[in-house]
């Protein structure tokens, strides 16, 4: 069996106050390899949580997760992550940096500098080879992050909003990227990310999360990613049924957020 | 008054030069900041006036000179020195049933290098006779008056005048050149003019001792070359340091990612930070002596839980997100260890080490001037105990421009090897 599959996935912190916080309640989610899914949700819904758990930096208080089916315990290059920002390692050149994952295995030098070159190139930074990561902008950062990931060729790549820092034409340019490199490789991707507009673009599935306990609200599939793996972004964003579905989850994210702004305003 | 009238000469170079370089001579200046109006409060357009700086290092050399009566400097440039050569004053002494006596008292003022005879003087008339002395510049002298009288306190002689003016016992006199104050028991004591420079025994003059480091670097002192001293220093520094550094900064990064370790070591270190090095001196006399030894362990100690806090913070500053990124992609703990917590921990390391090579110089020296055979701080101590100020004055400068010099390096070697600081 291929694919990552989550089962039941539940996640309580207990407080120190005695209390506790259900992060996460009953979550399933069955990705067959090579799907895109982005999560969406307002603060709160345990989108990070979830993405943490699959990486397996936090492990859940119950619910299984398989990946190609064998079960996630701990952290594995198998599972590539894409952080937000500041993640890239300073003291590292663009090229080591790309190279760190291969570094890691012991791989030998040449094939090593057969990856890195290959991905340097497909993310543009060739000539930006030799540079120290904190010369860079910040969209060429996160494309060495992306580079970086793919050098590991793991099996998911997970994206804690990649691209939430960038400005939105940058941010544009990366969301392009992110399809392309979908297509290229063929990755199982999860994205999290605040922006509608991203995750409507980008993922082939798409999950709206619900705060309080955080649980799937609603699932969707969707067209646009494989449109825009052709196509201009801005196009895509044209297309009939783009602009209702973005107006139908804004609605329901703002509902949710009105939800937990009048409990707040009750206990207060 | 002489320290008054330092107060306003060095205020007025400070706003004259001011005045001169920022309004004559730099007023021409366009930069982008001289088109900023609002400058008060933005701290980006402070910069350091490189002008100001010299400025600033030449005053403190010619008011070093002025007030020193330096031969470096023109001399209508000095401030007025202490008198010199002869000068008089009379005394009027009174016996019972006596008129009373006029007789003239001349006073030789000579530097203190160079010893003089009292004059030879007529006795004149009278019961009281003319007296004579000698005095160094910057002391004073009892005049015994009464000693070649024919009528002495004995017989209740009493001086009861200076230069004409009434005096008793606690009182003073002005003269020409000095001021007389008359003893409880009635001796006149003379004080020649001071002026307003330093006396060499307080503040030698720069040349003296810049001429002072010369001979010193020659002859040594003590038995040890210059060098040799400075260099004793230094070695303790560096032993203590790399020993503190090499047992302080594992134990940083045991306390960083061990619990065991953070809960053990950290009443220990908490408790040790604080304890000025200084106060461990005594003890370490105690335990180990006065020798090499006993200095080592002091500079070891004064680095130890400098390095280690440095280090514990440095681990505990790495993002969660770097070490999570790591693992993803498929490093070991020893490879996170070796290329992301290490790496990213210098910075820090680097900032305690200069934290810690300051504070052992500054040990050092003082464990020196408690107590040792050789080293900076046993040479200016000596020096002090024997009135060499001007080898104090020298010892000091070294002592600063080491102090600067590790820094300085320390720095240099930061930006070297760790050219990330701050950019994560």
Excluded at chain 1, 247 to 254: C, G, P, Q, R, Y
Aim: glycine share 10%; hydrophobic share 45%; charged share 20%.
């Amino acid at each position: 069996m291929t694919g990552l599959s989550i089962d039941k996935l539940s996640m309580r912190f207990d407080l120190p106050d005695g209390g506790h916080v259900q992060a996460l309640q009953d979550v399933s989610i069955d990705l067959k390899a090579g799907e895109l899914l982005s999560v969406l949700g307002p603060s709160g819904c345990g989108k990070t949580t979830l993405l943490n758990i699959v990486a397996g930096f936090l492990a859940p208080t119950s619910g299984v997760m398989t990946l190609n089916g064998h079960t996630i315990t701990g952290p594995d290059a198998e599972r590539g992550m894409v952080f937000q920002q500041g993640a890239l390692f300073e003291w590292m050149s663009v090229r080591e940096n790309v190279g760190f994952g291969p570094s890691m295995k012991s791989m030998p030098k040449n094939d090593k500098a057969e990856i890195v070159d290959h991905l340097l190139d497909v993310v543009g930074l060739q000539d930006f080879k030799e540079k120290a990561v904190y010369e860079l902008s910040g969209g060429m950062q996160q494309r060495v992050a992306l580079a970086r990931c793919l050098a590991n060729d793991p099996d998911v790549i997970l994206m804690d909003e990649p691209l939430g820092a960038l400005d939105a034409l940058t941010r544009e340019k990366m969301q392009s990227l992110v399809l392309k490199l979908w297509k290229e490789t063929g990755k199982t991707i999860i994205l999290i990310t605040h922006s509608v507009e991203e995750a409507l673009l980008l993922g082939e599935r798409l999950i709206v999360m619900a705060p309080r306990p955080g649980r799937i609200h609603k699932e969707y599939r969707l067209p646009f990613a494989e449109l825009g793996v052709n196509a201009d972004l801005r196009e895509v964003k044209k297309h009939e049924d783009f602009g209702p579905k973005r107006e139908e989850i804004l609605n329901m994210i703002w509902d949710m957020e009105e939800e937990i702004m009048g409990t707040k305003e009750d206990a207060a | 008054m002489t320290g008054i009238f330092f107060l306003i000469i060095y205020v007025a170079i400070f706003v004259g030069s001011a005045f001169v370089v920022t309004k004559l001579l730099q007023k021409g200046i366009r930069d982008y900041t001289s088109l900023k109006t609002v400058t008060f409060g933005d701290e980006s357009a402070v910069t350091p006036n490189r002008a100001a700086g010299v400025i600033s290092i030449l005053t403190i050399f010619l008011m070093w000179g002025v007030f020193t009566g330096s031969s470096l400097l023109p001399s209508f440039l000095h401030a007025p020195g202490p008198f010199k050569g002869t000068t008089n004053f009379t005394y009027t002494a009174q016996v019972e049933g006596q008129a009373p006596d006029d007789a003239e008292v001349t006073i030789l003022v000579h530097p203190r290098s160079e010893p003089a005879e009292a004059p030879e003087v007529a006795p004149g008339d009278g019961f009281a006779k003319n007296d004579s002395i000698a005095i160094a510049q910057w002391r004073t002298g009892l005049v015994r008056v009464d000693k070649n009288d024919e009528l002495t306190k004995k017989d209740g002689a009493k001086v009861i005048a200076i230069n004409g003016q009434k005096i008793a016992p606690g009182e003073t006199v002005k003269t020409a050149d000095g001021a007389v104050t008359l003893s409880d028991k009635g001796t006149p004591n003379f004080e020649p003019a001071k002026g307003w420079q330093m006396e060499p025994l307080y503040l030698p003059a720069p040349e003296q001792v810049w001429s002072r480091s010369i001979q010193i670097l020659q002859e040594g002192f003590r038995n040890f070359t210059l060098l040799e001293h400075l260099g004793f220093s230094l070695f303790r520094v560096v032993v203590g340091f790399i020993l503190g550094a090499i047992v302080g900064i594992p134990l940083g990064y045991a306390m960083g990612l061990s619990n065991w370790f953070r809960g053990w070591f950290d009443p220990i270190v908490e408790f040790m930070r604080p304890v000025p090095p200084l106060a461990l001196i005594p003890l370490v006399i105690i335990w180990a002596g006065i020798g090499e030894a006993g200095k080592i362990i002091l500079l070891f100690l004064a680095a130890l839980w400098i390095m280690a806090i440095a280090a514990r913070s440095g681990v505990s500053g790495v993002k969660i997100s770097k070490v999570h990124a790591a693992y993803s992609l498929g490093a070991s703990k020893w490879q996170i260890m070796r290329h992301v917590i290490v790496p990213n921990s210098l910075p820090e390391i680097f900032t305690g080490a200069r934290v810690a090579m300051g504070v052992c110089w500054g040990t050092v020296v003082a464990a020196e001037l408690v107590a040792a055979e050789q080293g900076a701080g046993m040479m200016i101590m000596t020096a002090s105990k024997f009135q060499n100020t001007d080898i104090v004055i020298m010892g000091i400068i070294l002592i600063g421009v080491i102090g600067f010099g590790i820094d300085m390096l320390m720095r240099a070697a930061e930006k070297y090897l760790v050219p990330w600081k701050g950019k994560g």
